[in-house]
C-alpha cells in the first residue's frame, strides 16, 4: 500500500512538473516549440488591419537600416530572427526569460550588432526605439539592454515582448511591454514610458530557408 502511494504521489507530481513545463513553452504557428538559433518571422496577430511582420528599417537612424518596424503589409512576414537565452547549451525557448532577439540576415553597413536593444528616444513617439546595436551573450548589469522576454499575449496562442532584465541584472527592475507607435507612417516597436501601453502581440511563424533580405528604405 506504501509502495502504492509513493508511487501515485510521484505520478501526480510528474503530471504537475509537466503542465507547468507545458505552460513556459513557447511555440510557433505550427505548433512546435521555438529552439534557440532556429529562424522565426514576428508577425502581427490581428489580421485584417494589424500590419504584417517585423524587419528593419532607416527610421530616425542616418540611413542606417537598424530600426525594428513592422510591416504595413499584412501579407509580409518581414525578417527571419533567431532567439538566444543567456545559456548556449540551452535549446528550446521558454515564457518569462530573458534572451537576446537576433537579426538572421543583418545588413552589412553602419554596424557590427546583430541584436536588439534599446535604442535612442524618438521624440515623434515618445519612446525609445528598438535597435539592431545589441550584440548577443555576455548577461551582465553591462549589456541589459539587449535582454527581453517573451510573455502571453492578450489573446490564446499569441505573444508580445517584454523589457524587464531582472534576471540578467538585478537592479534593472523595469517592466515595459513593446508596442507599436506610428509616428510619420512609421510603424516603429518602441519601449513606451507608460507600462500601461497596450502591447505588441504576435505570432511566430517558422522561416525555412528564407533569404528574405528586404529591408525599407
Known amino acids: 500500500m506504501k509502495t502504492?502511494?509513493?508511487s501515485l504521489c510521484f505520478l501526480f507530481f510528474f503530471a504537475i512538473s509537466a503542465a507547468q513545463d507545458q505552460d513556459l513553452r513557447v511555440f510557433d504557428t505550427n505548433g512546435d516549440q521555438l529552439k534557440a538559433g532556429e529562424k522565426y518571422y514576428i508577425v502581427s496577430s490581428i489580421r485584417g488591419a494589424g500590419g504584417g511582420g517585423l524587419f528593419l528599417s532607416n527610421y530616425s537612424a542616418g540611413g542606417c537600416e537598424i530600426t525594428v518596424v513592422q510591416s504595413g503589409n499584412d501579407l509580409y512576414r518581414g525578417i527571419p530572427w533567431s532567439f538566444h537565452p543567456p545559456s548556449p547549451e540551452q535549446a528550446f525557448i521558454y515564457v518569462s526569460q530573458s534572451l537576446?532577439?537576433?537579426?538572421?540576415?543583418?545588413?552589412?553597413?553602419c554596424t557590427n550588432a546583430t541584436s536588439w536593444s534599446i535604442g535612442t528616444l524618438d521624440s515623434a513617439s515618445g519612446g525609445l526605439l528598438i535597435q539592431?546595436?545589441?550584440t548577443?551573450?555576455?548577461p551582465s548589469c553591462t549589456t541589459y539592454q539587449n535582454w527581453f522576454k517573451i510573455e502571453r499575449g492578450r489573446f490564446s496562442d499569441t505573444y508580445k515582448f517584454v523589457f524587464n532584465p531582472v534576471d540578467i541584472c538585478s537592479p534593472a527592475t523595469e517592466n515595459f511591454n513593446l508596442s507599436?507607435?506610428?509616428p510619420s507612417g512609421?510603424?516603429?516597436l518602441v519601449l513606451p514610458f507608460d507600462k500601461n501601453t497596450i502591447s505588441f502581440d504576435f505570432e511566430f511563424f517558422k522561416a525555412e530557408g528564407s533569404s528574405n533580405k528586404a529591408?525599407?528604405?
Open 136 to 138: 548577443r551573450g555576455f
Open 4 to 6: 502504492l502511494l509513493l
Open 186 to 188: 512609421a510603424r516603429t
Open 180 to 182: 507599436l507607435a506610428f
Open 215 to 217: 529591408y525599407v528604405q
Open 100 to 109: 537576446n532577439v537576433k537579426a538572421a540576415n543583418p545588413p552589412a553597413s
Open 132 to 134: 539592431l546595436t545589441g
